[in-house]
């Protein structure tokens, strides 16, 4: 996956949205309501470098491989940050991204993530049997 394709997987999970922030962070952020998943570093010299949250054992296993490396500030709450997405087999990435993205809405209150679930029935087109 190159840096467009990972953008738009992280656009399309239900309530995702995103928000550039600038000087002196420079990251484009995903997020489902505040909870952020993802985020992109914008700026050089590390630009589209990519983090997401994983779980311990992931951390351990990611941070073991080269152009993976502990997220900067945020490494202590298991974030590691990707030198570049198109060195991870999709379907991997596809799979880390989707976790992230679950532990975010996780965060959210029940009210909330049923909302965001609802909506996502709503939006999905119907299988025809």
Do not use: H
């Amino acid at each position: 996956m190159d840096v467009a394709a990972v953008k738009a997987f992280c656009g399309g999970f239900p309530a995702a949205t995103s928000k550039s922030i600038g000087p002196p962070g420079n990251i484009l952020v995903y997020s489902v309501d505040k909870r952020s998943f993802a985020y992109f570093k914008t700026s050089e010299p590390e630009r589209w470098r990519f983090s997401i949250r994983v779980t311990s054992e992931r951390f351990l296993e990611l941070t073991g491989i080269p152009g993976i490396k502990p997220a900067r500030y945020m490494g202590r709450y298991r974030w590691v940050t990707i030198v570049d997405v198109r060195t991870v087999p999709a379907d991997y990435l596809k799979e880390l991204i989707a976790w992230s993205y679950d532990r975010a809405l996780a965060g959210l209150s029940k009210r909330r993530q049923a909302e965001i679930a609802g909506q996502a029935q709503v939006s999905r087109p119907r299988r025809r049997e």
